[in-house]
C-alpha cells in the first residue's frame, strides 16, 4: 500500500521551474521526519530536502541550496518541493520519504541523507531536465 504519493515531475529545459508535491495520510504526514531524495541513473539515491513536519528549521543539500525550496501544507498534509533554475545534472526520479520521529532526532540526522533512516517511501516522480 502506497502511503505517499509524488506528482509534479516532468520535463523542462535548462533553467526552468518545477513544483513536486507529496500527499500522505494524516497519521504519516502528523510529527514526521520528510524528505525528498532523488536518483540519477545509474547513481545512488542521495538526499536534496528534508524538514520536520512539526516545525522548526529546514535542511537542503548543498547541491540545491539557493535553487531549491522545501515546504508544506499542513491542512492538505502535503510536502512540496520547488525546484527552480534547473540544471541537466538535476534530472533524477525524486522520491519522498517520511519517518515518524521527535524533533530533535530529525534535526540530527537530516543531513545525513541516510536512506536507512525513512520507513516509508513514495514510488517517485520523475524530472528531466534537457540543456
Known amino acids: 500500500q502506497v502511503q505517499l504519493v509524488e506528482s509534479g515531475g516532468g520535463s523542462v529545459q535548462a533553467g526552468g521551474s518545477l513544483r513536486l508535491s507529496c500527499a500522505t495520510s494524516?497519521?504519516?504526514?502528523?510529527?514526521?521526519?520528510m524528505a525528498w531524495f532523488r536518483q540519477a541513473p545509474g547513481k545512488e539515491r542521495e538526499g536534496v530536502a528534508g524538514?520536520?513536519?512539526?516545525?522548526?528549521?529546514?535542511t537542503y543539500a548543498d547541491s540545491v541550496k539557493g535553487r531549491f525550496t522545501i515546504s508544506q501544507d499542513n491542512a492538505k498534509n502535503t510536502l512540496y518541493l520547488q525546484l527552480n533554475s534547473l540544471k541537466p545534472e538535476d534530472t533524477a526520479m525524486y522520491y519522498c520519504?517520511?519517518?515518524?520521529?521527535?524533533?530533535?532526532?530529525?534535526?540530527?540526522?537530516?543531513?545525513?541523507?541516510?536512506?536507512?533512516?525513512?520507513?516509508?517511501w513514495g514510488q517517485g516522480t520523475q524530472v528531466t531536465v534537457a540543456s
Open positions: 524538514l520536520y513536519t512539526g516545525g522548526g528549521t529546514t
Open positions: 520519504a517520511a519517518q515518524a520521529a521527535v524533533p530533535s532526532w530529525c534535526h540530527a540526522r537530516l543531513p545525513f541523507w541516510d536512506i536507512h533512516d525513512y520507513n516509508k
Open positions: 494524516r497519521y504519516t504526514y502528523l510529527n514526521s521526519c
